[in-house]
């Protein structure tokens, strides 16, 4: 199988065409730069030859490195994987900067082939950083490409050269948007920032690409690090400016990440000390740096969950074997902020939607929420005109239930009461076709239980979900007992098609999501209860990397909300309920009328524009922080263990079938501790017998809910992992 095609016209200028077969987008392998070794060999080789152009035969560039081939590296390095990954990485910077020199004598810099990158569209990671060694990166104008650098979202970062051009071509303070966040630009933008030097009509690309190859002079292959004289941008770190930039960027980054994403800070060490040697020695830090997180289990966690996995689920991976299930008209019943959102994100992926309330004026509310999502988007300049017309075009705005003739899918979004989503779900089934899905939008009720409301129980399934629906990129599928898998199937293709993604479980009280992000609330406010000091218990949260901690996710969440569910939970557990102490404190909140960021007022003060302000002190007087604090990492485990043991749980019970939903679910949808992978991913980072032992010396001190599970005892008396077991499984 060949990547990169080569070709020479009768100009003498050579094209490296990036094409790989039955792919939609480019991928660098480690066989495919091979291949682009050979063939820049072939061009600097043949005399005949004044210039290259590399471009690619598909609609975009590149999507960047084959992430499969990332997470393998360390164990294909061999018995010293550090030794083997710096090396294999050091190759890939000594093709790169082969193109940057191109042939050229080292000390006199002449003699080089222009060598330029055209780009049709989308250039991400190495797709970016080999446009980068090229002498000039030329850009069609397609508003719709993305151009940067976003491996930092995935646990690593630009380690082929990226990290080292770019902070070089636009100062450490211009890069850094580009490198520590992965900010992505269409190709105006990306010329404006300065990452790339030409935008072009696409159909001009490649003819205006051979021109600057034929009119190129030596002083144009010369990149301004390689030039003598050269000063850094902004100022290197022993400059007054560069140095107080580097000041910045380190409180930034641990501002930012509380020092548990290693990939932020190594980049940062990449480019400081880059700054202070000559660039081949920089792409040697580079390397370094690169190998020391891809050696750090972060790393390879965040790769396999927040790429590898979570690709695999949104292209189907558990999706049942029946056709094709797309949706091609959706019913939502109830036009509040979740029906509102579901039909927006709908709307927005091209589907044709009838929104239903029992007011008119309700409905018409529900619509206006779209309009004031896409005026946002028109006031970025991400949304046109047209575009906003086109997605209110799409939606219906009704009390009318006849409206729904025709609707393959209905998902109803109100109330959470049974009787009220029965009504709906008869009214809604009289005027449906027999082979249309029915969906409910619940977050707590049984699925299977609300089937019974329905006279086709097999098309009958739970789509949860999470709020803002617009913002929020899981989706909770739930089966109830009776679902068929064409409803499963029609489920998946839905959530495909307005690009979020899936997770699939089977019925249980609160799901997936919900059964283990409420261990964590009350692990935070049974502490405070204890006379934990509120904010040990939060910043514990941050610093091991979840976004809030539990006080300030109820707060978002709501303590009334809260106080509800508690009330249905005991009423449905009755004797086994084990949450009083919680319930007193949340109780408590909601009669003193501290409802949460509603009600600026909660555990947390608000200002008049609902900016929190800082811990309600009224909390530490009714429970008083005791005079003896516990350590940080018992509070954090209390915290973490929380959450991953009933993830564990869910597994062991069958709610869960897979664990790459299990750390993809919990990553996307409240947020567990990223750079860990995941419950699952963060179990196996301990290793399943020191996880044994710290639920033992919890469940000793704070009870049975910290009891290990079966199979996480088993495990460690294996010596197992959770993804051993799964690549076992695979294999």
Request: aromatic share 6%; with cysteine; net charge neutral.
């Amino acid at each position: 199988m060949t990547d990169f095609h080569y070709s020479t016209d009768a100009d003498g200028v050579a094209t490296i065409t990036w094409d790989i077969p039955e792919k939609s987008m480019n991928v660098l392998s480690m066989e495919g730069l091979r291949e682009l070794d050979a063939h820049i060999d072939t061009a600097l080789a043949d005399a005949a030859v004044k210039g290259v152009i590399i471009t690619s035969a598909k609609a975009d560039f590149a999507g960047g490195m084959d992430l499969n081939v990332i997470a393998k590296m360390k164990e294909m390095a061999g018995d010293q994987p550090e030794k083997g990954l710096f090396e294999g990485i050091m190759s890939m910077h000594h093709v790169l900067r082969k193109i940057e020199r191109a042939g050229m004598d080292p000390k006199s810099l002449k003699g080089g082939k222009p060598i330029v990158a055209a780009l049709p569209g989308t250039a991400l990671g190495i797709g970016l950083e080999i446009p980068l060694s090229c002498h000039r990166i030329i850009a069609a104008d397609n508003p719709k490409a993305k151009i940067g650098l976003p491996e930092i979202k995935v646990g690593i970062f630009p380690g082929a050269g990226g990290t080292t051009r770019l902070a070089r071509k636009l100062g450490a303070m211009g890069a850094a948007p580009f490198l520590l966040e992965g900010k992505l630009s269409e190709p105006k933008k990306a010329k404006s920032a300065g990452i790339i030097d030409e935008v072009v009509p696409a159909a001009d690309l490649l003819a205006r690409a051979k021109d600057w190859v034929l009119g190129a002079t030596e002083a144009d292959l010369v990149k301004p690090w390689d030039a003598k004289g050269y000063k850094m941008p902004g100022g290197a770190p022993y400059h007054p400016a560069g140095f107080m930039t580097f000041v910045g960027a380190s409180a930034m980054i641990n501002g930012k990440t509380q020092g548990v994403y290693p990939a932020a800070k190594a980049l940062l060490s990449a480019v400081y000390e880059g700054a202070l040697v000559p660039f081949d020695t920089a792409l040697k830090i580079e390397a370094r740096w690169f190998t020391h997180v891809l050696m750090n289990p972060s790393s390879s966690a965040m790769i396999r969950s927040l790429f590898i996995n979570k690709e695999a689920l949104e292209k189907g991976a558990n999706r049942p074997d029946v056709a094709d299930e797309k949706v091609r008209k959706l019913g939502v019943l109830g036009a509040g902020m979740m029906g509102a959102g579901i039909a927006y994100v709908a709307a927005n992926a091209g589907i044709e939607v009838v929104l239903i309330d029992a007011e008119q004026a309700s409905a018409e509310k529900g619509k206006a929420h779209a309009e004031g999502i896409l005026d946002k988007g028109m006031s970025r300049g991400k949304v046109s005109a047209e575009q906003k017309a086109e997605v209110l075009n799409r939606i219906t705005a009704t009390t009318e239930y006849a409206a729904l003739d025709g609707c393959d899918l209905v998902i109803e979004a109100v109330f959470e009461d049974p009787s009220v989503k029965a009504k709906v779900t008869a009214r809604a089934e009289a005027v449906l076709g027999k082979d249309a899905i029915f969906a409910t939008n619940t977050s707590t009720l049984p699925i299977t239980e609300l089937a019974k409301a329905s006279e086709r129980a097999e098309n009958f399934i739970g789509i949860h979900f999470f709020s803002p629906v617009d913002k929020m990129l899981l989706v909770e599928i739930i089966k109830g007992q009776k679902t068929g898998a064409r409803a499963v199937a029609k489920a998946l293709d839905f959530v495909r098609q307005i690009r979020k993604t899936p997770i699939v479980v089977n019925d249980a009280r609160f799901f997936y999501a919900n059964r283990c992000i409420i261990p964590y609330l009350n692990e935070g406010m049974r502490m405070v209860r204890e006379g934990v000091a509120p904010a040990l218990v939060e910043n514990a949260a941050r610093l091991m990397g979840m976004p809030l901690g539990p006080l300030q996710l109820v707060d978002e969440t709501s303590l009334d909300l809260g106080a509800k569910i508690a009330k249905a939970t005991r009423a449905a557990m009755g004797a086994d309920y084990a949450d009083g102490d919680v319930d007193e404190v949340v109780f408590w909140m909601v009669d003193e009328g501290r409802l949460g960021r509603k009600s600026a007022a909660g555990f947390y003060e608000y200002d008049g524009k609902g900016k929190r302000q800082g811990l309600w002190p009224g909390l530490a007087a009714k429970f008083a922080p005791a005079d003896t604090q516990p350590d940080l990492i018992t509070v954090q485990h209390r915290l973490m263990f929380a959450q991953a043991l009933e993830a564990v749980r869910a597994l062991e019970e069958g709610v869960l079938e897979d664990i790459r939903e299990g750390d993809v679910g919990a990553i996307l949808g409240w947020g567990f501790a990223p750079w860990s992978g995941g419950p699952f991913a963060w179990l196996d980072m301990l290793g399943a017998e020191f996880a044994v032992s710290v639920c033992d010396d919890l469940e000793a001190r704070y009870g049975a809910r910290f009891s290990a599970p079966d199979l996480l005892r088993q495990m460690a008396q294996a010596g197992r992992g959770f993804y051993k077991i799964k690549d076992a499984q695979a294999a």
